[in-house]
């Protein structure tokens, strides 16, 4: 009790993924963590430091009541709290404690996991994440774009899995609507408190995504989102799905934030291609020119990557087959030598192919009985007038 | 003398690349292979079988009369006839006697270097295709795919490089014409004999090619364009060039069949990526959805895999430059933190940045002094009226 308490109290004070914070967590457990912060003065520098800012937020407020009315305000919304305490809590998240790959940037300080989360909808947090992709990209999408996000969350809610992303304009409201579309289940990661609609435009898809599925946020009610949470936030997208799909981003997009994130947690990483003429798409191209991200068309190479091994298999991307598909090398080219419109002898036919006259011989009957060749009473050949696909020359 | 004349009787019997042939020329010669080949009979199985072909296809010609004609055919459309005895042989094109990668399939009967190369246009065919790359696709190309071959044919020509493609409408042809807009060389290499116009409507484009550039073919005058001769001849393609760009291929396409060379052959293999909604690009997005292909979107993203070490380097991927940019970390929070339209004191801005008062204290001069932060005379903080892009959330 206390315990939640507390971690309510710190998620108020400190912004989710501090890294001082979260050391103070893991080493000494969150009563202990908010005891040492609020008396900041006589600890280590960078707690000090962190203590300052939190006590700043605090005023002259009581934190336990500040706590206790966080949950009301949360209550009066439907929503409930679940941390790390709770057997509903998304362990994945946890990877954030130690990203593996190159995460030694300025922003780091912000990777930890988070401290709790707030949740709207029936579902559990744990099992509605675990078979879940990250569907993310650019705000200001292409009419492609679009359609992409809304086809892979259909295609994804569709074969079972949950889709994942944030609730701005564009993809992550195509992603979202693509899911609801196929009657699955679709996860929203706010970045402001989760009595908070932003964009406002998108009340009612919040309200059809925590009928149906998830809206988590780690940041208290009454939060107002910013830039630096956008980005805070990107992370837990991709700590919290089994893989990450760029849909559409521009060279500098927030999307690539998540996108690098599930690259530091080892997650799979995705990307749409789009034209090179398309500035939504050069984030995304990008990312799988890097070879950072696997290029992906369709849900079922989304699966074939996030998949159990042996669940899902995409089909090779192959064309229409045609009735050459069944011949072997040497048919198949006696047949290209063999004319439309005109009758030659197998002779001929040899020379063009540039095979035996034997070989040709051996090889006709088999294309008469196919029914691919004509011949006629003088034992000469050609094609039966139907288009065959020519190749690029 | 005999051997070029001896040369071309082999070209006029045999079809290009085969392996048979290549052997027979590769121990023997090209003089004494066509002696093997004219009495076959007592020469081993697959010698014998090429050997009934060739002489079919001779009929009851004189062999060396063949060789002077064709001679003189192709002078009376100023073509040249270039053999691996010239110092003007282009010797990449000698790797296809040695294709390292999985080139064990059907068609590789076909792979062999040619026998000698029917030439038109002034320049030299070893130094013109020496630094040359490669831009095919399908003929049956989208608005997109014309652009970008365009594009790309001008960028490289215009860079100095030699572009280099088959015939075809659609891709080939935008490659070469983008290649001539740039006052740059070109070149076509043909399924078909020099003096064949395939397909008729470009018979002024081949000219242009002529004039600027080289027209290429392995098979003597009057030979016929057909199927099996554009997959031979695009082996052609994938070995004269240092690297090959597939813009735009559905799943089936000649155009794959260049690349499956180029990836056999070691060259650098590159593709555009397109539409995952567009079927003209289904085969160039596999190709690098399966790690064949390298992403490339720019004639400088494509000399940086083709050219020499340093030689080029494309720039990475980046959106424009904003203010932002020049911040650290920290500071970059403190000013995301700062609100727009209403003025709030540092305390608050620490509070909302999620550092201490002091560091926060410590990073607004440097914003003010930047002009993206203004001080009002209470001491308190907004940015200016600028519009800072935010990351998609």
């Known amino acids: 009790m206390t315990v939640t308490l507390a971690r309510i109290v710190l998620a108020s004070l400190v912004e989710p993924g501090n890294a001082v914070l979260a050391r103070l967590v893991r080493t000494s457990g969150p009563v202990e963590a908010l005891r040492q912060l609020l008396d900041g003065p006589d600890a280590p520098d960078d707690v000090a430091s962190l203590s300052l800012a939190a006590r700043a937020r605090l005023g002259d407020r009581d934190p336990w009541r500040l706590a206790e009315e966080a949950r009301e305000a949360a209550e009066r919304l439907g929503a409930r709290l679940v941390t790390p305490e709770d057997a509903d809590w998304p362990t994945r998240a946890e990877d954030l404690a130690r990203m593996s790959r190159g995460a030694a940037t300025g922003l780091d300080v912000d990777s930890q996991p988070p401290v709790c989360l707030w949740v709207r909808g029936a579902g559990s947090v744990a099992e509605t994440v675990d078979r879940s992709v990250a569907v993310v990209g650019a705000r200001a999408a292409s009419q492609y774009g679009l359609y992409m996000a809304t086809e892979l969350g259909f295609g994804l809610a569709e074969r079972g899995w949950t889709v994942l992303s944030g609730g701005a304009y564009g993809i992550d409201a195509a992603a979202h609507r693509g899911a609801l579309g196929a009657g699955g289940r679709t996860v929203a990661v706010l970045a402001c408190g989760i009595d908070t609609v932003y964009p406002v435009a998108h009340a009612g898809l919040f309200e059809q995504i925590a009928a149906e599925g998830l809206l988590l946020s780690e940041w208290p009610p009454g939060a107002t989102p910013h830039r630096t949470r956008f980005l805070v936030r990107n992370r837990l997208i991709a700590a919290l799905s089994r893989g990450t799909v760029v849909v559409e981003a521009a060279a500098r997009s927030g999307a690539r934030s998540t996108a690098r994130r599930a690259f530091q947690l080892n997650r799979v990483l995705m990307a749409c291609p789009g034209p090179a003429t398309s500035a939504t798409s050069e984030g995304s191209n990008a990312e799988i020119r890097d070879h950072h991200a696997r290029l992906v068309t369709t849900p079922d190479q989304i699966l074939e990557e996030v998949g159990r091994i042996g669940e899902y298999a995409a089909p090779p991307v192959r ?48 294309l008469v009985a196919r029914e691919l060749v004509v011949e006629d009473e003088q034992g000469r050949f050609q094609t039966r007038r139907r288009p065959v696909a020519r190749p690029a020359a």
Chains 1, 2 share one sequence.
Do not use: F, H, W
Not at 326 to 354: C, K, M, N, Q
């Open 319 to 366: 064309g229409r087959a045609t009735e050459r598909d069944g011949l072997d090398a040497l048919t198949a080219r006696v047949l290209d030598a063999v004319p439309r419109g005109r009758a030659i002898s197998a002779a001929e036919i040899a020379v063009v192919a540039g095979v035996s006259p034997t070989d040709a011989r051996r090889n006709l009957p088999a």
